[in-house]
Structure formats: structure tokens, C-alpha cells
T-cell receptor, first 111, second 115 residues
Framework: SQQGEEDPQALSIQEGENATMNCSYK?????LQWYRQNSGRGLVHLIL?????REKHSGRLRVTLDTSKKSSSLLITASRAADTASYFC???????????FGAGTRLAVHP | DADVTQTPRNRITKTGKRIMLECSQT?????MYWYRQDPGLGLQLIYY???????NKGEISDGYSVSRQAQAKFSLSLESAIPNQTALYFC??????????????FGEGSRLTVL
């Protein structure tokens, strides 16, 4: 079972455009995290937003969290070809025991 | 050197063989995890360990076993591999304690093919 579900499954954009990915989850959370995976490589943590936060920025990344709708979005501004990767949201619920991942959004940024 | 090291990185084996995937970490983290990723899908948790004496089943533990040999080492075994265990396997670590955020640090993965 997956706690988080990303939307869209795949996204194709041109360099310079913004990319928005959405994540919905099912149960109450402690925090929500976003990870990036280059093809066939290990996942890398991008950003974490706590349940009492609504928005967070890190460089070209902006994450929002709406706990009333059980959803989050990841915005990558001014995309670059190097941003091409899969992006996953992940959540803990009921304590920091198991981090459960969604199926991910595959982002392709074309030069 | 990588903080979380997985060996082997690639392995091809036959149905029925016993396989061990090994993970070692230099981050000093108490918590270690094994995940499985199938093509185009997210990660599924197989087992996790909060210390050497604490082992827990994840979402898909059937057909797998683990051993936490030391704080820094966590191995995953497939006692009798079957083709639908063909996947990319990831080891990950995280801090324990009250200051933790639950951020995971991943190895580069072990690609297993069972023929």
C-alpha cells in the first residue's frame, strides 16, 4: 500500500519552464519529504516540510503542504535539463517508523 | 567513499539460488532499511532495523530475511530466489533519537535479476 500518490505520473517540459508535481496522502502525517532519483540511482533527499508548515523554499524548489486536503506540491522553477529525474514524495505517519513512498513523477526537461 | 555502500551492485542469478545483498554505512546512524523498487514504481519497504537487536518486517517481507550484524551493517537475503524478485534493491539509513527528522540516506542500489 502506498501512502502518497504523485500526479502526474510523467511530465515533459522545455528548459526554463516551471515544473509542478503533486502528492496526495491518506492519513495524518508528521512530515512530508520529497526525494529525487536519477535513472537507476539511489534516491536523494530534496526537502522536508513539517505538518505545521504550509510552505518551504530551497533554492529553485518550493514545497507547499495543505493538511486539510492531505496534499503537497513540489514546484521546480526555471527547469534545467539536469533536473530530468523521477521525484517521489514520502511520508511517515503515527511516528517515525516507516517512510512510505509514492509511485513518483518522471520529469523530462528538454534543452 | 560513499556513506552507504551496497554490494554487489549488479547480480544475475538463477531460480532457487540463495542470494545475499550487503549494506554498510559510515554515517553512524542507528536505523537501517531495505527497500525494493520495481520498474516505474515507487519503493516498497522490505525490512527495517532500529538497532542490532531490533528487526521489523515491512510491507513485503515474504521471501526475504535480514541480518543486522553490527550498527553499520545490514544484509538482505533471498533464501530461494524467484523471477518476480527481479528488482532494484536499496539500503537506506536514518538517525534515531528525538532530534531526528526521518530523512533517509540511500545507497546506490543493487540490481538483481533472477532467471
Amino acid at each position: 500500500s502506498q501512502q502518497g500518490e504523485e500526479d502526474p505520473q510523467a511530465l515533459s517540459i522545455q528548459e526554463g519552464e516551471n515544473a509542478t508535481m503533486n502528492c496526495s496522502y491518506k492519513t495524518s502525517i508528521n512530515n512530508l519529504q520529497w526525494y529525487r532519483q536519477n535513472s537507476g540511482r539511489g534516491l536523494v533527499h530534496l526537502i522536508l516540510i513539517r505538518s505545521n508548515e504550509r510552505e518551504k523554499h530551497s533554492g529553485r524548489l518550493r514545497v507547499t503542504l495543505d493538511t486539510s486536503k492531505k496534499s503537497s506540491s513540489l514546484l521546480i522553477t526555471a527547469s534545467r535539463a539536469a533536473d530530468t529525474a523521477s521525484y517521489f514524495c514520502a511520508t511517515y505517519s503515527g511516528g517515525y517508523n516507516k517512510l512510505i513512498f509514492g509511485a513518483g513523477t518522471r520529469l523530462a526537461v528538454h534543452p | 567513499d560513499a556513506d552507504v555502500t551496497q554490494t554487489p551492485r549488479n547480480r544475475i542469478t538463477k531460480t532457487g539460488k540463495r542470494i545475499m545483498l550487503e549494506c554498510s554505512q559510515t554515517k553512524g546512524h542507528d536505523r537501517m532499511y531495505w527497500y525494493r523498487q520495481d520498474p516505474g514504481l515507487g519503493l516498497q519497504l522490505i525490512y527495517y532495523s532500529f538497532d542490532v537487536k531490533d528487526i521489523n518486517k515491512g510491507e513485503i517481507s515474504d521471501g526475504y530475511s535480514v541480518s543486522r550484524q553490527a550498527q553499520a551493517k545490514f544484509s538482505l537475503s533471498l533464501e530461494s530466489a524467484i523471477p518476480n524478485q527481479t528488482a532494484l534493491y536499496f539500503c537506506a539509513t536514518s538517525e534515531g533519537g528525538t532530534a531526528r527528522t526521518g530523512e533517509l540516506f540511500f545507497g546506490e542500489g543493487s540490481r538483481l535479476t533472477v532467471l
